[in-house]
């Protein structure tokens, strides 16, 4: 659809008109006039809101949908619906389907679903066979076939021999490999955080060791092999000093951060609230700050929702039990804009892309309008009627947020919240 934005405030600190209030005129999907006043002989639609910014489209790494196998929780269809609507114009579709996506049909099928959406949909292929870490998976024939990346949703690779080799492999067709950290035998039967909260509330622990372990090992292998490697939803302090200090070595390693590692902590499981069980488990103020402190310095490269619906049934249960997860799209932008800036979030929110190399353009005439829009003033209180997604396990229910997400114009479509 063609369209006039009017009075809309550029965040893009790569386009010449960052910062400035303007209109944006779009035609067939490609902008082809910005300015102060521009006319709208041919009668296009146009949008205009109170407040109303424009970024790029942002991106989210980590993803979870559910189709297929797991329709109940959510499908492609409405999951993109709620992205758009979120602000999102991609994301990367994480694996943990059923069947697992870790071969080419899989990865065929989800593009297909996914096809003449406003949201871009990229999938990740399962790094292992049906996410087992036993053996890889056909990673060249999901590359032919779309998939951006390679990793096991949730799930950290024991074998590092098989690490070392997918590395290796990657390296003929420049792929990248997610490497999720956590020692299993360090978690144990661990449920949260290990400290003070977990003590108190008599829940066994995960220390922060299970996944600064792993990390330190990955980082010694990505040295041994080079290649490239992508960190997911790291949680601690000592996480973002050891990726910081192979960044300055020149590995070629990025990592991303979840919303509610940088918003939330441990403290929130007092009422033994399921809705807070993720994983990586909610850490410490400590480790929040020091997350908050890798975004602003870099060392974090962007930051994921790790939006992954559950369904009632395997939520509402004794917290042992219950699994782990959050859904996060709808709350992600309003969650951000209570502890960053407004130009380190649409730069963390936007960079996820070129981690997978995924072309966007900045904001400019004769480029592709592939945009966000989004208002920063509102005040407003995280509900259930807030939540679009079919599943409702949010853990920033009740949570204060700032600014909303308010949809999204990306091939040739406009799509309001």
């Known amino acids: ?46 949008f205009q809101h109170e407040g109303l910014h424009l970024s790029q489209g942002w991106f989210d790494t980590s993803v979870s949908l559910g189709e297929p196998g797991f329709e109940d929780r959510e499908t492609i269809a409405n999951g993109l619906i709620v992205a758009a609507k979120s602000g999102f114009t991609g994301i990367a579709l994480q694996p943990n389907s059923h069947p697992i996506i870790d071969n080419q049909s899989q990865v065929l099928f989800v593009k297909q679903k996914a096809a003449d959406t406003a949201t871009n949909l990229y999938p990740i292929g399962a790094l292992t066979k049906n996410s087992e870490g036993k053996d890889l998976a056909e990673l060249y024939d999901m590359k032919n076939a779309g998939a951006v990346a390679f990793g096991d949703y949730g799930k950290s690779l024991s074998n590092a021999n098989l690490l070392k080799i997918g590395l ?67 949680s601690t302090a000592k996480s973002v000093a050891l990726i910081k200090e192979a960044k300055a070595k020149g590995l070629s390693v990025t990592c991303s951060v979840a919303v509610h590692h940088l918003v939330l902590t441990d403290e929130k499981l007092d009422g033994f609230d399921t809705r807070y069980k993720v994983s990586p488990p909610l850490r410490t103020e400590s480790d929040r700050q020091a997350l908050l402190a890798g975004v602003l310095d870099n060392t974090i490269d962007c930051i994921t929702s790790d939006h992954n619906p559950i369904d009632i049934e395997h939520k509402k249960m004794e917290f042992d039990l219950a699994k782990n997860g959050t859904i996060g799209l709808e709350s992600t932008f309003g969650a951000l804009l209570t502890v960053l800036s407004l130009e380190k979030i649409v730069e963390k929110l936007t960079f996820g892309s070129s981690i997978l190399n995924i072309e966007k353009q900045p904001i400019d005439i004769n480029s592709k309008a592939n945009l966000s829009l989004f208002e920063v003033d509102s005040n407003w209180t995280f509900s259930k009627v807030s939540i679009l997604s079919k599943s409702k396990n949010s853990a920033f229910l009740g949570q204060p947020m700032r600014g909303k997400a308010l949809g999204i114009y990306n091939n040739g479509k406009l799509v309001l919240s």
């Open 1 to 46: 659809m063609n369209l006039v934005i009017r009075k809309a405030k550029i965040i893009d600190p790569k386009s010449p008109f960052h910062n400035q209030t303007v209109d944006v005129k779009i035609t067939n999907g490609v902008v082809d006039a910005i300015g102060n006043s521009v006319s709208n002989d041919a009668n296009y639609q146009e």
């Open 168 to 234: 290796q492999y990657v390296q003929d067709f420049d792929g990248l490999v997610i490497a999720f950290a956590q020692d299993e035998n360090i978690k144990g039967n661990g449920v949260v955080n290990e400290g003070v909260v977990s003590t108190r509330l008599g829940l066994k622990g995960i220390p922060n060791l299970a996944e600064e372990l792993i990390i330190a090992r990955n980082l010694f292998l990505l040295e041994y092999t080079g290649g490239k490697l992508h960190i997911p939803t790291v």
